[in-house]
């Protein structure tokens, strides 16, 4: 299985908005409505962001908004705060009854 | 408070056997599918597998299928990631986290849904070197 594919980087300046893609197949991504999302501060671990392609955990901001298209999947950031640079990663159920992640994005702010 | 505790810091030589431990407590151990992500230095996530600790039920990523094995103890709340084997590329960090699930009946035909990993454990640090 490869990775779901996401931008290595992507940048913006605080107050701005932000997209990162996450572009899979038929067999996840595009079948099935489990996209969820997730941020990684530098030595820490992962933290839910989205999941269900849409849906916020208890906690995380408004600012953080998920949306999928065939195929493709998004997570945008409006807002931006320097506390928000970290690494994403996307993840999706997929026809095999496994997850797989993207590849991770770093966003610098 | 849900939280997973991870065991700590691994440093094993080519060929040794470990096992690695993730206890859970503030929830019901059994009502969720337990998993493991291996994450090598610098790089992403990788989904190694899941287990129901209600029923032992596994699922392993083709990826190591095979190179792990994954079990819990039910009586303590703990899961656990194996090796029997240890190569240099298992050099990682290994998150455990509790997956959420959502269960589906379609003509009589039930599938189970697992998705966001909305707790993690710390994570535990396994080098392998001569």
């Known amino acids: 299985q490869s990775a779901l594919t996401q931008p290595a980087s992507v940048s913006g300046s605080p107050g701005q908005s932000i997209t990162i893609s996450c572009t899979g197949t038929s067999g996840d991504v595009g079948g099935y409505n489990y996209v969820s999302w997730y941020q990684q501060h530098s030595g820490k671990a992962p933290k839910l962001l989205i999941y269900e392609v849409t849906n916020r955990p208890p906690g995380v901001s408004n600012r953080f908004t998920g949306s999928k298209s065939g195929n493709a999947a998004s997570l945008t950031i409006s807002g931006l705060q320097a506390e928000d640079e970290a690494n994403y990663y996307c993840?999706?159920?997929?026809?095999?009854?496994?997850?797989?992640f993207g590849g991770g994005t770093r966003l610098t702010v | 408070e849900v939280e997973l505790v991870q065991s700590g810091v691994e440093v094993k030589k080519p060929g040794e056997s470990l096992k690695i431990s993730c206890k859970a407590s503030g929830y019901s151990f059994t009502s969720y599918w337990i998993g493991w992500v291996r994450q090598v230095p610098g790089k992403g996530l990788e989904w190694m597998g899941i287990i129901l600790p209600a029923d032992f039920e596994t699922k392993y990523s083709p990826s190591f299928q095979g190179q792990v094995t994954i079990s819990v103890d039910k009586s303590i709340n703990t899961a656990y990631l194996e090796w029997n084997n240890l190569k240099a590329s298992d050099t990682a960090i290994y998150y455990c986290?509790?997956?959420?699930?959502?269960?589906?009946?379609?003509?009589?035909?039930?599938?189970?849904?697992?998705?966001?990993?909305?707790?993690w454990g710390q994570g535990s640090t396994v080098t392998v070197s001569s």
């Open positions: 993840s999706s159920y997929t026809s095999r009854s496994t997850l797989i």
């Open positions: 986290a509790r997956h959420r699930d959502r269960v589906t009946s379609v003509r009589g035909v039930v599938t189970t849904y697992y998705y966001g990993l909305d707790v």
